[in-house]
């Protein structure tokens, strides 16, 4: 590594400018490193392990099925066979579903009988639903 490429440490203590204009300063230069910013920050940083179990949680959210399922769930309990209907996907193919987001846990279930019936887990579900569904509605317009 040559002597250019070294980073350079920059303390803000006894700073005359601005916060804004210091800021704007430090990320011009791709060697500069700001020491105190990057140990305030590195406490509030999300661990990878929680990183990589929301990318996973993520990743089967990627589906089309399961997100149409969590539409109809976000409105009232549904038991499969209905979900199925109204999907237009077999039982099978909603239950398998329905284990993913079981194991999510973003549904719970309860038995009445020979039926199951489903329901969102929690609020945090719904409002988590509901803040992505806002979003791309606002894009939209």
């Known amino acids: 590594m040559t002597s250019s490429?070294?980073?350079?440490?920059?303390?803000?203590?006894?700073?005359?400018?601005?916060?804004e204009a210091i800021a704007l300063e430090i990320c011009d230069s791709p060697h500069v490193i700001n020491a105190e910013k990057i140990q305030q920050?590195?406490?509030?940083?999300?661990?990878?392990?929680?990183?990589?179990?929301?990318?996973?949680?993520f990743a089967l959210m990627a589906d089309a099925n399961r997100l149409r399922l969590l539409s109809?769930?976000?409105?009232?309990?549904?038991?499969?066979?209905?979900?199925?209907?109204a999907?237009?996907?077999?039982?099978?193919?909603?239950s398998h579903q329905l284990k993913t987001l079981r194991s999510l846990r973003l549904v719970r279930y309860r038995k009445q009988g020979r039926h199951v019936f489903y329901?969102?887990?929690?609020?945090?579900?719904?409002?988590?639903?509901?803040?992505?569904?806002e979003h791309l509605d606002e894009n939209e317009e």
């Open 5 to 19: 490429a070294v980073p350079k440490i920059v303390s803000n203590a006894g700073s005359t400018g601005s916060t």
């Open 41 to 57: 920050v590195q406490q509030e940083l999300l661990s990878p392990e929680k990183a990589q179990r929301m990318a996973e949680f």
């Open 72 to 85: 109809l769930l976000a409105r009232q309990e549904w038991c499969v066979g209905d979900l199925a209907g």
């Open 87 to 94: 999907i237009g996907l077999s039982e099978s193919a909603v």
């Open 119 to 133: 329901q969102l887990q929690d609020h945090h579900v719904l409002s988590l639903y509901q803040a992505v569904a």
